[in-house]
C-alpha cells in the first residue's frame, strides 16, 4: 500500500521517467565515487519515502554482498593489495565491486521507492491520461498487482510441498526437484486467475474502445515539472563529471 | 429477456459436450435457482449466455441464447446487458479501491464522469455497501467483497445478472449478509437475476423458478406456487445422511495459552484446549478469525509467538520451531484450493508422494490408491488434474493421510462442492478415522459439523468463544450462524 506523502502525490508518469531516467544514468556509470553517491542518495530517498517491504532490500544487500565478494576474489585486475592464502585482492578487483553492486543495489532500491510511493491504479490511469492505449496501460499495472499475489501462490505451493515431506534442500539436485514439482501447480493457479481476471475485465467492457474515461484523470503539474527536471539534470551533471573527472578507488580512501 | 434454444458447450479435446440442448426461457423480473451437481454445466451454460464462451474461454458452441431479443457476438456488447459475477470476488478485481473496482466498467464504456459517480452511489446502495466506496479492496471481508463484486457488474445497468455461487466460501455471517444484499438489489432494482448454486438453502427463499441441471441436461423446470416447486423447498433444506463417528478418550493435542501475532497484529490469542485422540474436531469462526493460523501452527508452518502447543510427542513454543517436514509425518494437511497441492502425474504418484518423501514403505500408499481408484472408477494412471472438482479433493485428501499420519487436517475441504461430493468427503473421512486418526476440519458447513464432527472449537477474533462437544457448542452459538435473510 502506497504511502501518503509528497511522491506518492507526484504524477507515475514523472516518477516513472525519473525513475528510467536516473537507472540508464546508473547503468552508464564507471566511477565507483559516483555510484556510491547515487547508492547512498537512493538509500536515503527510500528511507524517507519507501516504508513497505524492507525484506526486498535486505535481500538484494545480501545479493549485493555476494556480487561484490565474487569481484573481489575473483577479478584480479589493477595494484595487488593483499593475499588471502592464494587469492590476491586487488584495486581492480574492490573498485569493480563497488561498482557492479552499487549499481545493482541502487537500481533495486530506487524502483522499490518507485513501488511504494505509486498505487498500480494510479500509474495504468496516469498512462492512460499520456496517451498509451488501455491495454499497454493497464499491463504494468495489473503485473504490479499480480506480484505479490503470485508470492503468495508460491508460498502455499512451498509449504503444501513441505507439509508432504519434500525437503526443500538448496543442491542443484534440490533445486531442479523443487523446480519439477512447483512448475505445474503454479501454471494451473496462474491461469486460474488470469482465466477468471479476463473474463471479468472483458466482461466489464474493457478493450471494447480505445480510449476510457476516467474516475480520476492525471495532468502534469507545474512540481511534477520541477522535480522531473531538477532530478533529471542532477542525473545528467553526475554523469558528466564521471566521464570528465573520474573519481577512483584511490580518490575514495 | 433471456432464450435459450437447443444451446450445444464442448469444450477443445473433450469428447462429451459440457452442455447438450439446453433450451429454456426467463421472463423479466424473474429470480432463477440453477442447481446442480458439480460438472452438471451449470457454469459453462451461464458462461456461454454472457458470452465469455467461446470468446475468453475455447469451445464449441452451437444453439441460440437471445437477450431482450438479441443475439450478442461480441462480448464487450453482452456486457452491456448481462453481468455474471463469478465465484471468487477477490480474482475479478482489477484495481485497488471499491470506488475504482465499481467505476472500471462505466469507465471502459465512455461513461461522462458525472454520470459515473452517480452510477457508483447507486450501484453500491442497492447492495447496501455504500459506506465501503473509500474503502481498499484488500481490507474487506469476504462478504463484502461479493458485495463489490456485485455492484461492478450493477453498475453497468445490466438487464440481466448471473451469479455464479457467490456465497461457496463464505462463513454463515458473510452468506447472510451477500443474501440480503441479493434480495435488497432484487427489489430496488427489479432486475433478472439467475443464481448458480449447489446449495439451496439460502436463496430459494427468494426464488421465484428453480431449474436443475444433470449430466449436461436440464431436468427440472419448476415455478414457485407448483407443487414440485415445494418439494425443492423442503429438500433444500434436509441435512445430508453423514456418517456419525464415535468419541475416543485421551489427549492428542493440548495448546496453553497459545498466541500468534505478526506485524503488531495478533492473529490468535492465549487460546487454550485439548484435543482428544480419535477425536473430529469442526474449527469454526468467521473469515479472518485465526482458523488457517491455527492449522499452520499445527502442521510447524508458523511458530507460536507465546504459549505452547504439545502432540504427539512434540512440543512447539516460541522458542522451539518445529520443521514442517518432521511434523509432517504426524500431521497431514490438506490446502483449500486443490490446484495447490497436485505434484504427480499420475494418480499413483500423487498418492504416494508423501509415502515417497518420507522414505516408507510403499504398501500403504498403494492400498490408498487401489481403494481411490476403485470407488471414483478411473485409472490410477490418469492425471490428477483430468480428474473431476469433487475427486481433486478426494486424491488431495489420499494423498495427505496415506503415509499415516496421526492427524488429518482440512481447511474448508467442502467450498465448492455439491451434497453428493460433500458426502463422498465425509464416507472417506469416517474412513480415516476408522484407522484411529484424529481429524481436524476447518468448515463453515454446519450440517457437516453437526453431524459427522464430535467437538467444535469456535474462534472468534482470535480468541476461543466456544469450545467442547459439537451438538452444545452449535446450538449455544445459532446466532452467530444464521443463514436466513434477515
Request: hydrophobic residues 45%.
Amino acid at each position: 500500500m502506497p504511502l501518503d506523502n509528497r511522491p506518492s502525490r507526484m504524477n507515475p508518469v514523472t516518477k516513472l521517467a525519473v525513475l528510467v531516467s536516473l537507472s540508464v544514468v546508473v547503468l552508464l556509470l564507471s566511477s565507483e565515487a559516483y555510484v556510491l553517491i547515487f547508492l547512498i542518495a537512493a538509500l536515503i530517498a527510500e528511507r524517507i519515502f519507501g516504508g513497505g517491504r524492507r525484506a526486498i532490500v535486505r535481500g538484494a544487500t545480501m545479493f549485493a554482498i555476494a556480487i561484490f565478494v565474487a569481484q573481489v576474489l575473483f577479478n584480479h585486475s589493477g595494484e595487488e593489495l593483499a593475499r588471502l592464502w592464494i587469492i590476491g585482492v586487488t584495486t581492480g578487483g574492490i573498485a569493480w565491486g563497488i561498482i557492479i553492486a552499487g549499481k545493482f543495489l541502487t537500481l533495486i532500491t530506487m524502483s522499490k521507492t518507485f513501488v511504494s510511493t505509486t498505487r498500480a491504479s494510479d500509474l495504468s490511469a496516469a498512462l492512460t491520461s499520456a496517451g498509451l492505449s488501455n491495454r499497454a496501460a493497464f499491463m504494468p499495472a495489473l503485473a504490479m498487482r499480480y506480484v505479490p499475489v503470485f508470492q503468495l501462490e508460491l508460498a502455499t505451493v512451498r509449504e503444501a510441498q513441505a507439509t508432504r515431506g519434500m525437503r526443500l534442500d538448496k543442491s542443484i539436485r534440490g533445486i531442479i526437484r523443487s523446480v519439477r514439482y512447483t512448475t505445474l501447480p503454479m501454471l494451473y493457479v496462474a491461469l486460474s486467475k488470469v482465466n477468471t481476471l479476463a473474463s471479468s475485465m472483458v466482461g466489464r467492457g474493457f478493450g471494447a474502445f480505445r480510449t476510457r474515461t476516467l474516475l480520476r484523470a492525471w495532468r502534469m503539474t507545474s512540481w511534477d515539472v520541477a522535480v522531473a527536471v531538477v532530478v533529471i539534470a542532477l542525473g545528467v551533471v553526475l554523469f558528466f563529471l564521471n566521464s570528465w573527472a573520474p573519481l577512483g578507488l584511490a580518490d575514495l580512501l | 429477456m433471456l432464450e435459450v434454444r437447443d444451446l450445444r458447450v464442448r469444450y477443445v479435446n473433450r469428447s462429451k459436450p459440457a452442455v447438450d440442448g439446453l433450451t429454456f426461457s426467463v421472463a423479466a423480473g424473474e429470480f432463477v435457482l440453477l442447481f446442480g451437481d458439480s460438472a452438471s454445466g451449470k457454469s459453462t451454460a451461464m458462461q456461454a449466455v454472457c458470452g465469455m464462451i467461446p470468446h475468453i474461454i475455447p469451445a464449441d458452441v452451437s444453439g441460440t441464447v437471445k437477450v431482450d431479443g438479441r443475439e450478442f457476438h461480441d462480448p464487450a456488447e453482452t456486457a452491456k446487458v448481462v453481468g455474471m459475477v463469478q465465484q471468487d470476488p477477490e480474482a475479478q478485481f482489477c484495481t485497488e479501491t471499491v470506488e475504482e473496482e465499481v467505476a472500471f466498467g462505466p469507465e471502459n464504456f465512455n461513461v461522462p464522469q458525472p454520470e459515473i459517480r452517480r452510477r457508483i452511489d447507486s450501484a453500491l446502495a442497492s447492495v447496501g455497501a455504500a459506506h465501503l466506496k473509500d474503502r481498499d479492496l484488500s481490507t474487506l471481508s469476504g462478504g463484502e467483497k461479493q458485495k463489490v463484486a456485485i455492484a461492478s457488474m450493477l453498475v453497468l445497468n445490466p438487464k440481466l445478472l448471473i451469479l455464479d455461487e457467490p456465497t461457496s466460501s463464505l462463513d454463515p455471517r458473510s452468506v447472510s449478509e451477500v443474501v440480503s444484499a441479493i434480495d435488497q438489489m432484487r427489489r430496488t432494482t427489479g432486475i433478472t437475476v439467475i443464481v448458480v448454486e449447489h446449495r439451496l438453502s439460502g436463496f430459494v427463499g427468494m426464488a421465484t423458478r428453480v431449474l436443475e441441471m444433470e449430466s449436461a441436461r436440464l431436468v427440472r423446470d419448476t415455478r414457485a406456487g407448483e407443487p414440485a416447486f415445494a418439494a425443492v423447498r423442503k429438500a433444500a433444506h434436509s441435512v445430508p445422511d453423514y456418517p456419525r463417528i464415535e468419541r475416543r478418550q485421551g489427549a492428542a493435542i493440548s495448546a496453553e495459552g497459545l498466541a500468534f501475532s505478526i506485524g503488531g497484529k495478533t492473529i490468535l490469542d492465549g487460546l487454550c484446549f485439548t484435543i482428544a485422540e480419535g477425536s473430529a474436531l469442526a474449527l469454526m469462526g468467521e473469515n479472518g478469525a485465526g482458523k488457517t493460523t491455527l492449522l499452520r501452527i499445527l502442521c510447524g508452518l508458523a511458530t507460536p509467538t507465546s504459549g505452547n502447543l504439545t502432540m504427539f510427542g512434540h512440543r512447539i513454543d516460541a522458542a522451539r520451531r518445529m520443521d514442517p517436514w518432521i511434523l509432517g509425518k504426524d500431521v497431514g494437511l490438506v490446502f483449500q484450493n486443490p490446484n495447490h497441492q497436485i505434484f504427480g502425474e499420475t494418480v499413483q504418484q500423487e498418492i504416494g508422494f508423501a509415502s515417497e518423501n518420507y522414505g516408507n514403505d510403499m504398501a500403504s500408499a498403494q492400498s490408498a490408491t487401489e481403494d481411490f481408484v476403485k470407488a471414483e472408477g478411473v485409472s490410477r494412471n490418469i492425471h490428477p488434474h483430468c480428474l473431476s472438482f469433487g475427486q481433486k479433493r478426494r486424491v488431495n485428501i489420499a494423498s495427505a493421510s496415506a503415509h499415516g499420519p496421526k492427524l488429518l487436517m482440512l481447511d474448508e475441504p467442502f467450498a465448492g462442492q455439491d451434497v453428493h461430493n460433500a458426502l463422498k468427503i465425509a464416507q472417506q473421512l469416517e474412513k480415516i478415522h476408522r484407522a484411529g486418526r484424529t481429524i481436524i476440519v476447518v468448515t463453515h458447513d454446519l450440517d457437516f459439523a453437526r453431524a459427522f464432527c464430535t467437538d467444535a472449537l469456535l474462534l472468534r477474533k482470535g480468541r476461543v468463544a466456544a469450545f467442547g462437544n459439537a451438538d452444545q457448542v452449535l446450538s449455544e452459538n445459532k446466532d452467530l450462524f444464521s443463514k436466513e435473510v434477515p
